[in-house]
Structures are given as C-alpha cells and as structure tokens.
C-alpha cells in the first residue's frame, strides 16, 4: 500500500497559470520535503517541514510556496509556472531528523 | 555546505558480474548515507543506508562501506541481474534538519 500518495501522477499547466501539487502520508511521520527533480539529474531539495516549522532552501525561486496545513497533507504551489519549472516534483517524508526518506512516486508537471 | 561526487556516471556490466559506485563527500560532520535506486519514472527507493559509527553494511546481494577518514563511501552490488538496471544515488546528510544531499546519479545497465 502506497504510504506517501501524490495527486495528480500528472499535470499539465499553462505557462503563468497557478498550479498545487499535493502529497499526503499515512505514516505519521514529522518531516515532508517536496523536491525537483528534472531529466537525468539528482533531486533537488526545494523547502521541508518538520512539524510545522518551514525551511526554506535559499536558491529556491520565491515562485515556489508551499503549506502543510496538518501532519498528513502538504501542498506545492507554484504561482506563476514558467517553462523552466516543467519537471518531476517528488515529496517525501521521514519520521524524524536524519531517518530515512520515503518518497511518493511524483508529479510530472508540464508547462504549455 | 556539502558536496558529493558520484562515479562512474554510467557503468555497464555482464549479468552475474559484481558493480561498484563510489562517492565521495565534503564535510566531516555528515554521519548519514543512504542509497537509493530509481527506475525510469519511478520514485527513488532505499536500498541501504549506512551511518558514520559503522564501516560496512550488508543486506542480501547489496553492500555499502563507509571509509570516514578518506569521506567516501562505496555501493556494491553482487551477482548482478537485468532487474538491477536503474540509476542509483548516493547521498549524505549530517543530521539535524535531515537535508540530503545528493551525488549525480550513476546509470547502471546489465547486459544478458
């Protein structure tokens, strides 16, 4: 059974039109991370939470937001998509600090 | 902040033969590798993880070793199969807000 859901799988927008991407957990754990992931790289780190206390990495575009209005749900919202942000969004979560991360299997958001 | 290099980028081997990937990181106080896999279009998922107090890790076919002088840490997979083809990442983190930070990705194909 699937522990960290993604909706949707996929996502098409218009370029500059507002899109949420969503993640929830039924595994309880404290921290979500939402990253970027695009073709044939790493993952990147976009912001997480532990808790309700929200990080934010420093060269993540202020386009990006994100909210975490409980334990199990945690949204991406991207204000005003632009081409450039066409890519896979992963989220994941751990239990605490330094566990290990599970990961959801993704949205793949494309920009037209 | 960290940074962790990851060789070879694509590593091509015979069914039944061994693969290594190696990674090396940057700061001392990282106490936290995991490894995942990834299919393409799939999510990435732990496979082993590794902390800074042991210097190997072995579960099955798959082993991890951990040399905290030289900061690098080594995958190794045994008796490969065709169902081992995928990218693997390493990564390292040194705790607290858990920030992975991730190599490049090696490409690992086996070939019948």
């Known amino acids: 059974d699937a522990m960290v859901i993604q909706n949707p799988r996929y996502q098409v927008t218009q370029f500059g039109k507002p899109v949420t991407l969503s993640c929830s957990q039924t595994l309880n754990h404290n921290v979500m991370y939402w990253y970027q992931q695009k073709s044939s790289q790493a993952p990147k780190l976009l912001f997480h939470?532990?808790?309700?206390?929200?990080?934010n990495e420093a060269d993540t575009p202020d386009n990006f937001q994100s909210r975490r209005p409980n334990t199990s749900f945690c949204f991406l919202d991207i204000r005003s998509p632009g081409l450039g942000d066409a890519a896979m969004y992963l989220c994941?979560?751990?239990?605490?600090?330094?566990?290990?991360?599970?990961f959801g299997d993704g949205t793949r958001l494309s920009i037209l | 902040g960290e940074n962790v290099e990851q060789h070879p980028s694509t590593l091509s081997v015979q069914e039944g033969d061994s693969a290594v990937i190696k990674c090396t990181y940057s700061?001392?106080?990282?106490?936290?590798f995991p490894w995942y896999k990834q299919e393409l279009g799939k999510r990435p998922q732990l496979i082993i993880d590794?902390?800074?107090?042991?210097g190997e890790k072995k579960d099955q076919r798959i082993a991890v070793t951990l040399n905290k002088t030289a900061k690098h840490f080594s995958l190794h997979i045994t008796e490969t199969q065709p169902e081992d083809s995928a990218v693997y990442f390493c990564a390292a983190s040194r705790g607290g807000g858990n920030k992975l930070t991730f190599g490049t990705g090696t490409q690992l194909k086996v070939e019948l």
């Open positions: 939470y532990y808790d309700k206390d929200f990080n």
């Open positions: 590794i902390r800074s107090n042991v």
């Open positions: 994941a979560t751990s239990i605490e600090g330094n566990q290990p991360q599970h």
């Open positions: 700061d001392s106080a990282s106490n936290y």
